[in-house]
Nanobody, 113 residues
């Protein structure tokens, strides 16, 4: 059974940092193209970042230079280091294997003073 379990969200002030984690199971993680997405209230879910098995990474322009996607293939975990957070980063964050139809419960990130 494919499963993604996100954690690490919370309330942070503008300019602060958070590190999100995603535990993946039921997939061949070492071969998986992994992605982070987010959905703000009243808005469509949007792509944030992608990491390929070989290490290549890609980011949406809105987070480039502030967010870093990484992975630990030994334990099947995906990460998203978020620095210099802005109020517009407030959203529910989800991880997923590219092309999967399965979504986790997500982890809430709120950036507010």
């Amino acid at each position: 059974q494919v499963q993604f379990v996100e954690s690490g969200g919370g309330l942070v002030q503008p300019g602060g940092s958070l590190r999100l984690s995603c535990a993946a199971s039921g997939i061949s993680f070492t071969e998986a193209i992994m992605t982070w997405h987010r959905q703000a209230p009243g808005q469509a879910r949007e792509w944030v970042a992608t990491m390929f098995p070989g290490g290549a990474t890609f980011y949406d322009d809105s987070v480039k230079g502030r967010f870093t996607i990484s992975r630990n293939d030994a334990n099947g975990t995906l990460y998203l280091q978020m620095n210099s957070l802005k109020p517009e980063d407030t959203a529910m964050y989800y991880c997923q294997e590219a092309g999967s139809t399965t979504w986790g419960q997500g982890t809430q990130v709120t950036v507010s003073s």
